[in-house]
């Protein structure tokens, strides 16, 4: 069975939007993020989002191209769980409409590589709660925004979920990537 893979940066005190807007600390990478992005990216062959992630991911990867990971982003397979997007432009976009819980069960039943989700919203709380998401990546940025509404954080009241830490790894930016796999509560 296909496993779903969460790559989700976080602030050290929790927040997980607008990543993009965030201060970074002066210091150039070097490269070994983009590595460790790319390698996910390509050992996967579909994309899972909710519209919200698809509404910023979109415009931005669809703007793009020439280069591994645009191109890779472009022509992989995306599914997109939504009630309202009705016409998705970026290609290859497939919108599941019924039930996420059973429209993503079907999705790790077919046949493939790992799916890649990126962000933490809604469909990643269900995904938890149902035992459907089996690896979690907290890109952990060495920083305090200070500020924050509830929705912003990871944080949000859920079920109960167990991880047991696998892998950790510096990048020379101070950003550290956690990767958890999920503990069957079984």
Not at 73 to 79: G, I, L, P, R, T
Not at 125 to 138: K, Q, V
Not at 140 to 157: I, M, W, Y
Request: glycine share 8%; charged share 20%; proline share 7%.
């Amino acid at each position: 069975m296909r496993r779903i893979i969460n790559s989700t940066y976080i602030t050290l005190d929790g927040v997980i939007q607008n990543p993009q807007d965030w201060p970074d600390n002066g210091i150039p990478s070097d490269g070994a993020s983009l590595t460790v992005q790319t390698d996910l990216l390509f050992s996967c062959d579909a994309v899972l989002m909710g519209r919200a992630t698809y509404h910023g991911m979109a415009p931005a990867w669809m703007a793009r191209s020439g280069d591994p990971m645009s191109d890779r982003f472009n022509s992989m397979a995306k599914y997109v769980v939504s009630t309202t997007l009705a016409d998705p432009e970026w290609p290859n976009t497939t919108v599941l409409r019924g039930d996420p819980v059973a429209e993503v069960r079907r999705l790790k039943e077919r046949p493939g590589k790992d799916i890649v989700q990126y962000g933490f919203g809604q469909l990643s709380y269900a995904l938890l709660e149902h035992g459907l998401l089996d690896e979690l990546r907290l890109w952990v940025h060495p920083l305090l925004l200070g500020s924050a509404s509830p929705d912003d954080l990871l944080f949000r009241p859920a079920s109960t979920a167990q991880f047991s830490l696998v892998d950790t790894r510096s990048l020379n930016t101070g950003i550290v990537i956690l990767t958890y796999h999920a503990v069957d509560p079984g």
